[in-house]
């Protein structure tokens, strides 16, 4: 399973951008979808994840009513539409995904990351 991340770019804050992640390989169906994203000098923070439906959500405080998780399973996709950004949003987004219905437990496939940078 390969995971590929793209969107990510310099914009100021207040913009909005959307990440996209396309999944590829032998996947099969019900498997979560996860953003995770690591600021310079920071660990890596969860961001949010999506289930397979789309039906169920989860945010970090950080981010939620700003930020929202949806996918198209038709396309293999996910995506990350990040609205009022903030310059503290910055960070190497990556998106992963994991079998069953947790959001929380480890994942098992990553993608490789895409670069968000928000100036003030």
């Known amino acids: 399973v390969q995971l590929q991340a793209f969107g990510g770019g310099l914009v100021q804050a207040g913009d909005s951008l959307r990440l996209s992640c396309v999944v590829s390989?032998?996947?099969?169906?019900?498997?979560?979808m996860g953003w995770f994203r690591q600021a310079p000098g920071k660990a890596r923070e969860f961001v949010g994840a999506?289930?397979?439906?789309?039906?169920?959500?989860s945010y970090a405080d950080s981010v939620k009513g700003r930020f929202t998780i949806s996918r198209d399973n038709a396309k293999n996709t996910v995506y990350l539409q990040m609205n009022s950004l903030k310059p503290e949003d910055t960070a190497v987004y990556y998106c992963?995904?994991?079998?069953?219905?947790?959001?929380?437990?480890?994942?098992?496939?990553w993608g490789q990351g895409t670069l968000v940078t928000v100036s003030s």
């Open positions: 390989g032998r996947t099969s169906s019900n498997y979560v």
């Open positions: 992963a995904a994991r079998y069953g219905r947790d959001f929380y437990s480890k994942y098992d496939y």
């Open positions: 999506i289930s397979w439906s789309g039906l169920s959500t």
